[in-house]
C-alpha cells in the first residue's frame, strides 16, 4: 500500500467512522493535500515508517 491510499483510507475513517465536525476534517484534508501527500504520497507506507522512525 502506498502512502496516498493510507492517506484517503484514513480521511475516510475520520469522516465516516469518528464522525469529525466538517471543520475538523476541512483542516485534516489540508494538511495531507498541502504537506504529506507531496511529501510521501507515492511512497510505500513501510518506508514512511521506516523513515520516521530514523528522526532524531
Avoid at 502512502?3 to 471543520?23: G, H, I, N, T
Avoid at 476534517?25 to 498541502?34: E, G, I, M, P
Amino acid at each position: 500500500m502506498i502512502f496516498a491510499e493510507a492517506a484517503r483510507e484514513w480521511l475516510r475513517y475520520v469522516q465516516e467512522d469518528r464522525a469529525a465536525k466538517p471543520s475538523t476534517l476541512s483542516q485534516y484534508r489540508s494538511s495531507v493535500h498541502a504537506h504529506f501527500l507531496p511529501a510521501f504520497g507515492d511512497w510505500p507506507l513501510q518506508a514512511v515508517r521506516a523513515q520516521w522512525r530514523r528522526r532524531p
